[in-house]
């Protein structure tokens, strides 16, 4: 059964300050994905993450993935209110004929405050 | 482009109660999927479709039918609605490349049964 487990589940932190959110996975997949949900709406993209060592920057926000150790992170820096989110990391379920659809980890409900 | 449209937007159930949930997409993309949200359980995959006339089950599709008889259109019925399936519901389609797919959420239907 594919895992995807990240970590903090909850983080609460102050304008300015750097944070990093991990995301593991149980499986040898190249592609990860990260989403933002803000309160209410749906899920935007963030980054598709595909190969070994990729990292992917915009704006604050930067992600990496390294799939020998089945880890991805998603760090912050000098963090803005306006990043107050839920972030999730999702990973492809592979099947013989493709891919069927994205395990989900839990999400990462991020609070920054002033 | 609207993208994918889900409808409606918020719904109240009884128990016992059938409905269905519309999807539709105006992007050409063959493949489709339904999820649900639940608090602290991240999205989960319930049914997809990789083309009209195909469908096949996620990883919580119990309770739940699909069918797909245009590329468009991607409707997910509750026969007999249950508590259990008070949650966020979400559609989405992708658009595959050869390195990843890219996947393009609805605005999600919040449905609640009594």
């Known amino acids: 059964e594919l895992k995807v487990e990240q970590n903090p589940l909850f983080l609460s932190m102050q304008e300015g300050k750097n944070y990093t959110i991990y995301c593991n996975y149980s499986?040898?997949?190249?592609?990860l994905y990260w989403y933002r949900q803000d309160p209410g709406k749906s899920l935007e993209s963030l980054f598709v993450?595909?190969?070994?060592?990729a990292v992917k920057q915009e704006g604050r926000l930067m992600a990496s993935l390294d799939t020998k150790a089945r880890l991805s992170t998603l760090h912050i820096t000098a963090a803005v209110h306006d990043l107050s989110a839920t972030y999730f990391c999702?990973?492809?379920?592979?099947?013989?004929?493709?891919?069927?659809?994205?395990?989900f980890g839990k999400g990462t409900h991020l609070i920054i405050q002033p | 482009n609207a993208g994918v449209t889900q409808t409606p937007k918020f719904q109240v159930l009884k128990t016992g109660q059938s409905m269905t949930l519309q999807c539709a997409q105006d992007?050409?993309?063959?493949?489709m999927s339904w999820y649900r949200q639940d608090p602290g359980m991240g999205l989960r995959l319930i049914h997809y479709?990789?083309?009209?006339?195909?469908?096949d089950q996620g990883e919580v599709p119990n309770g739940y039918n699909v069918s797909r008889s245009t590329t468009e259109d991607f409707p997910l019925r509750l026969l007999s609605a249950a508590p259990s399936q008070t949650s966020v519901y979400f559609c989405?389609?992708?658009?595959?490349?050869?390195?990843?797919?890219?996947?393009?959420f609805g605005s999600g239907t919040r449905l609640t049964v009594v």
């Open positions: 989405a389609s992708r658009r595959p490349t050869p390195q990843a797919y890219y996947y393009t």
């Open positions: 999702a990973v492809d379920i592979e099947s013989g004929g493709g891919a069927d659809g994205l395990t």
């Open positions: 993450l595909l190969s070994n060592g």
């Open positions: 499986t040898t997949s190249d592609r």
């Open positions: 479709s990789v083309g009209a006339g195909i469908t």
């Open positions: 992007m050409n993309h063959e493949y």
